[in-house]
């Protein structure tokens, strides 16, 4: 049991397929994370969402699209995503201000 | 320089051994520091914080050299469970900003 749940554990899709990642965390935490780990990559962090406000995005490519409605749930919307995007996608939260975060199982998504 | 290194590996290591792992950091103005383990295919798992004066969890011991700007994580007695990739994570303010290594893979052996 790791306080932050993140569906569907698989997905496979297709470039031209409309999805999204759903992520909820039980640990009454203030921040929320997406990042995108590839093979033999370092973990690369794709949105933080802090007190339900979006306060950083990396240069992520507008195919991907998150939504925090309020501070347990965070969602990625993907659409016409490319092959290399196929990847396992973590959330994570944790509470500002210096504390550690707290990953969910992860999404494995596979682009065909 | 990449702001996070480490030695990728892989550590082999003979179950019973003791291993350590360094990673170095080039923002000296970083604040907080802490090693995950990831199994394969699983997500990371917080394994220790890392404080000023050293800190210890077990078999663990986790020491900090700002002086140097490295954190070490030291394994004593190594199990089978210990295999994993570890990874050093650097935060470089008081907010939210994680630099995560790319990780060191370990290996026991039996």
């Known amino acids: 049991e790791t306080g932050v749940t993140q569906t569907p554990r698989h997905l496979v899709m297709g470039m031209t397929n409309k999805k999204s990642l759903k992520c909820e965390q039980h640990?009454?935490?203030?921040?929320m994370y997406w990042y995108k780990q590839s093979a033999k990559k370092p973990l690369e962090l794709m949105f933080v969402y802090s007190l339900e406000e979006r306060v950083e995005n990396n240069s992520v490519p507008s195919r991907f699209s998150p939504e925090c409605p309020n501070s347990s749930h965070l969602f990625l919307h993907l659409h016409t995503l490319q092959p290399e995007d196929s990847a396992l996608y973590l959330c994570?939260?944790?509470?500002?201000?210096?504390?550690?975060?707290?990953f969910g199982d992860g999404t494995r998504l596979s682009i065909l | 320089r990449k702001e996070v290194e480490q030695d990728p590996g892989p550590f082999n290591v003979p179950e019973g051994a003791t291993v350590a792992f360094n990673c170095t950091y080039s923002n000296s103005a970083s604040q907080s520091f802490f090693w995950y383990r990831q199994d394969c295919r699983k997500e990371p798992k917080l394994l220790m914080s890392v404080y000023s004066s050293g800190n210890e969890d077990g078999r663990f011991t986790a020491q900090l050299n700002r002086a140097s700007q490295y954190i070490s994580l030291l394994i004593r007695d190594s199990k089978l469970s210990d295999s994993a990739t570890y990874l050093c994570v650097v935060m470089q303010d008081s907010n939210y900003q994680l630099i995560w290594g790319a990780g060191t893979k370990l290996i026991i052996k039996p």
């Open positions: 640990l009454g935490h203030n921040a």
């Open positions: 994570a939260s944790s509470q500002v201000g210096g504390q550690p975060q707290h």
